[in-house]
């Protein structure tokens, strides 16, 4: 059973001046997501720079998400680590404060083999009864799960979907021929979503989305529709503001959008650092 289709904001967290999650900021934005047509939240992901908070942070604000998005939409929950054991008591944490789904990311720097790879993720799905997106990211993690991969972890019950932020199609349509059409497939990148969507995807995991959440879900529900050229001139439309989103590591591009847009979602923490004056004024002339 999908967790969602259509488009899910890979949203940011929120920071106060002195660094601490601003709540009050982030209840705003899970309210505009949900305004404009938004499919799903992702509370705690890349965007959302997990990886600088402590698991009591995360663990409170995914609460805090599913809380004030009481079932309007699922809340899935960026859970993933490098260490197994870790990954097991963050992501028991998740569902025990209600989170609908988990994303796991690969194991990052101290990497593994596919066995490994497979036996990780497997002890994970055991050790919860919530349903299970693995995330594809080489470019941040140096390792991919190999298609074969996916179709022997397709096969656990509550592993459901991949996120495929690999940019590769290829390996996109090598995965959705090997696994069952009830094994889900979104898009981890915002200019390629369209295409994915041609070869199977039902759906993407979105940056853009946090400052452009109803073209996001238009594109894809006009393409479920039959409305392909519609879906298509979305696509190509925001190809400019897209590649902008990624000049710089994500999310210090979309932060500085959000905050020109008069969303207060503050800076961000060490090592990521504000946005090069560059990076602001190509996106002032986009937003404008």
């Known amino acids: 059973m999908s967790l969602f289709r259509g488009s899910a904001v890979a949203l940011v967290t929120p920071f106060n001046e002195d660094g601490s999650v601003n709540f009050e900021e982030l209840e705003r934005l899970i309210e505009f997501q949900i305004e404009n047509k938004t499919d799903a939240l992702v509370i705690c992901g890349t965007t959302g720079e997990a990886s600088t908070m402590t698991d009591e ?19 899935i929950a960026g859970a993933g680590s490098n260490d197994t054991r ?7 944490m998740c569902e025990d404060v209600g989170a609908d789904g988990l994303l796991e990311v690969t194991p990052y ?14 002890v994970i799905a055991e050790a919860v009864n919530i349903p299970i997106i ?44 090997l696994v069952g059409e009830d094994f889900d497939v979104y898009s981890g990148n915002d200019d390629v979503v369209v295409p994915l969507m041609s070869i199977g995807g ?79 004024e190509l996106l002032k002339g986009l937003l404008r």
């Open 57 to 75: 942070e995360q663990v409170e604000t995914i609460k805090f998400a599913v809380e004030k998005t009481k079932g309007r939409v699922p809340v």
């Open 86 to 92: 870790h990954g097991i008591n963050l992501a028991k």
């Open 109 to 122: 720097y101290n990497k593994t083999s596919q066995r490994g790879l497979y036996e990780h993720y497997k």
């Open 134 to 177: 693995l995330y594809d990211v080489p470019g941040r993690t140096s390792m991919s799960i190999a298609p074969q991969t996916v179709k022997e972890l397709a096969e656990i019950d509550n592993i459901v979907g991949l996120k495929d932020a690999s940019g590769n199609l290829s390996y996109a349509a090598e995965v959705r021929n």
């Open 202 to 280: 039902i759906g993407v995991i979105s940056v853009l989305a946090n400052i452009y959440p109803r073209q996001v879900h238009d594109m894809c529900q006009n393409f479920f529709d039959g409305n392909i050229k519609e879906a298509g001139r979305i696509q190509v439309n925001n190809k400019k503001l897209i590649d902008a989103l990624f000049v710089e590591p994500n999310p210090i591009p979309i932060k500085a959008a959000m905050n020109m847009m008069g969303y207060n979602v503050g800076g961000l923490r060490l090592p990521l650092y504000e946005a090069a004056d560059s990076t602001k």
